[in-house]
């Protein structure tokens, strides 16, 4: 795949000496929906503001130019001001004819776009702020916490709205420390610990992967993964082998070596199971 098919950001921000985030060459395919995950305070937040330039940093790299739209954190307005003279402003600072229906049809906000914005809840402000960075149809979109305020259905909208922009091919970067959400919308994740990258890479090679087993004697079958020179971990069901081995070779295999098995079956384990352990204040330098 060409360079320019991907989404590439190479970043490296400071307070005065400190390093604050630093990433060199982050990339991802062109279209792809990219998670920040992390802890409170892991820098979530500090990468987004790195990413589209409201933080200052040594240097910023994009493979190539980007039109962008982002809500950060909560967002501003002019309490007087209706949602559409928002949207409005927001057209004319871009200086675009992007269709401004379209983005209150996105976004939902059709019943309440005309009122003052401090007539609004939290969850519609949200919602305006989500509105407001799509309307000059970016190219990239990044949102910080996205679903925050919102209700149960309105969580399932702005779902279903990355999804939709997805099929677009829209770039789309979200940050949330919810795992749920996470899993549910994005392709790819970027998961943060103390201002550090963990793990950048396809959401779904960042869960372990394995066959759990389990015998009639644990000790003889822990004795027997040893001596096969297998990755494996204790699991509450048994032993995890981290090994791509077919589940019909293991069960002959032990059969061959006189292991009875009580139990086999792949196993995948969940995102939190995974963040929790590379989050874990033990394995931090």
Not at 85 to 108: M, R, V
Not at 125 to 142: S, T
Not at 255 to 276: K, R
Request: some cysteine; glycine content about 8%.
């Amino acid at each position: 795949m060409a360079s320019d098919d991907y989404l590439t950001v190479s970043i490296h921000a400071r307070y005065g000496k400190k390093s604050i985030v630093e990433c060199q060459g982050l990339s991802f395919p062109s279209g792809s929906v990219v998670g920040i995950l992390g802890r409170n305070g892991a820098g979530k937040t500090t990468l987004l503001k790195c990413i589209t330039g409201l933080f200052p940093i040594a240097g910023i790299h994009w493979t190539k130019e980007m039109r962008i739209g982002a809500l950060i954190e909560t967002p501003c307005f002019r309490e007087s001001w209706t949602g559409r003279q928002h949207l409005e402003h927001q057209i004319q600072l871009y200086k675009t004819n992007s269709d401004i229906n379209k983005a209150i049809q996105q976004t939902g906000i059709q019943a309440f776009v005309g009122q003052p914005v401090h007539t609004y809840s939290l969850g519609q402000k949200q919602r305006l702020g989500i509105a407001r960075a799509l309307v000059h149809q970016p190219e990239c979109l990044i949102l910080d916490e996205p679903t925050n305020g919102l209700d149960p259905q309105g969580i399932v909208d702005i779902r279903l709205l990355i999804a939709e922009l997805h099929q677009q091919g829209t770039n789309i970067i979200l940050s949330s420390h919810l795992l749920g959400e996470i899993q549910e919308c994005c392709t790819h994740l970027v998961v943060l610990h103390n201002h550090t990258i963990q793990y950048a890479g396809p959401l779904n090679e960042y869960f372990t992967k394995g066959i759990l087993v389990q015998a009639t004697s644990p000790t003889a079958l822990e004795d027997w993964l040893h001596t096969k020179q297998w990755q494996f971990t204790q699991h509450p069901q048994g032993f995890l082998i981290e090994e791509d081995i077919p589940t019909h070779s293991i069960n002959q295999m032990c059969f061959d070596s006189g292991i009875v098995l009580t139990h086999l079956s792949t196993y995948q384990g969940s995102i939190e199971d995974s963040f929790v352990k590379e989050t874990s204040d033990a394995n931090t330098p």
